[in-house]
């Protein structure tokens, strides 16, 4: 069976089995996506990093990433790093985990995918699938987190309801040279807690915010990028406010916002280690190789 139907089959069947356990059955069997990157920032309150390099027309500079290092949510410490990769993106670029093919994981997840799917799995629980590096994350329902957590690519998240919106809480992600907060390169430690609050929204409200947000700060590829929405507004869009604390990167805990919208794209196969490209110089880090053919 070709990936794409069988991929149809799957959110299909849990699409149809998904009112026996979730609060909110829309939520889950579509796709969701957005057209930019980063978070989108909530009315009130602490602020997620903005570019400070901007194009002509106001929007922000996608192929020079230069966080806000002065923004008050930062630690010293973690404003050192952002200035840091912001010279490096004036004289080409930094490295992060989704041009290394490496797991996106929380917060940058949210920060960095395009598309999402949410499934029911055993017990109750769900599995997110999305677009990028073929990440996936489960989501053990009414669960607790282990006693002793030993870190992990994606950590460990546990999910409640709470009414119609899906709370996960999520910690223990291990972190390496490429982790990050954002595209800016705002690191995270192992301290780094994150709270993700699902809730489906009305389509004209949701095509409004992330209307908003593209118009501020570009949409991806420059505005080359056709994210796929589907035009139909009465369908509901999904928001995701996420709540992210670390005390070696923020003073105080940051909450921000992503909105998506319902897709009609096909869900299109993405294996990022057969497909390296360099989008500046020495960006690749580079995979194994066998020394001859092994046929």
């Not at 194009?55 to 050192?80: M, S």
């Not at 990769?85 to 940058?108: H, L, V, W, Y």
């Not at 950590?155 to 919106?165: I, K, L, Y």
Request: net charge neutral; with cysteine.
């Amino acid at each position: 069976m070709k990936r794409q139907a069988l991929f149809s089959s799957v959110v299909s069947l849990a699409a149809l089995s998904v009112p026996t356990f979730a609060a909110e059955p829309e939520m889950f069997g579509h796709r969701y996506g957005k057209n930019a990157f980063n978070f989108e920032g909530m009315p009130a309150g602490p602020q997620p990093l903005r570019n400070l390099s901007r194009l002509p027309d106001g929007k922000a500079n996608a192929g020079r990433l230069v966080g806000d290092y002065n923004n008050p949510i930062l630690t010293r410490e973690a404003a050192a790093v952002v200035r840091q990769k912001g010279e490096m993106a004036t004289k080409g670029g930094f490295r992060n985990a989704q041009d290394q093919c490496r797991s996106i994981a929380p917060p940058f997840t949210f920060a960095m995918q395009l598309g999402l799917v949410m499934l029911p799995a055993k017990n109750g629980d769900i599995d997110i699938l999305y677009d990028q590096n073929a990440n996936t994350r489960h989501i053990r329902m009414n669960a607790s987190h282990p006693a002793k957590i030993v870190p992990s690519s994606m950590g460990d998240s546990v999910g409640h309801w709470e009414g119609d919106t899906l709370v996960v809480d999520t910690v223990g992600v291990k972190v390496d040279p490429y982790t990050s907060v954002d595209r800016f390169g705002t690191p995270q430690s192992e301290q780094m807690h994150v709270v993700e609050r699902y809730r489906l929204i009305d389509g004209p409200t949701a095509k409004a915010q992330i209307d908003k947000y593209e118009t501020s700060e570009g949409t991806v590829g420059g505005g080359g990028r056709d994210a796929g929405y589907d035009p139909n507004t009465n369908l509901k869009g999904l928001e995701l406010q996420v709540t992210m604390e670390d005390p070696k990167t923020f003073t105080q805990p940051l909450t921000a916002r992503v909105t998506y919208r319902r897709l009609n794209s096909e869900w299109t196969e993405s294996v990022c280690a057969d497909n390296p490209q360099e989008h500046y110089k020495d960006e690749w880090v580079g995979l194994p190789r066998a020394a001859r053919s092994d046929f």
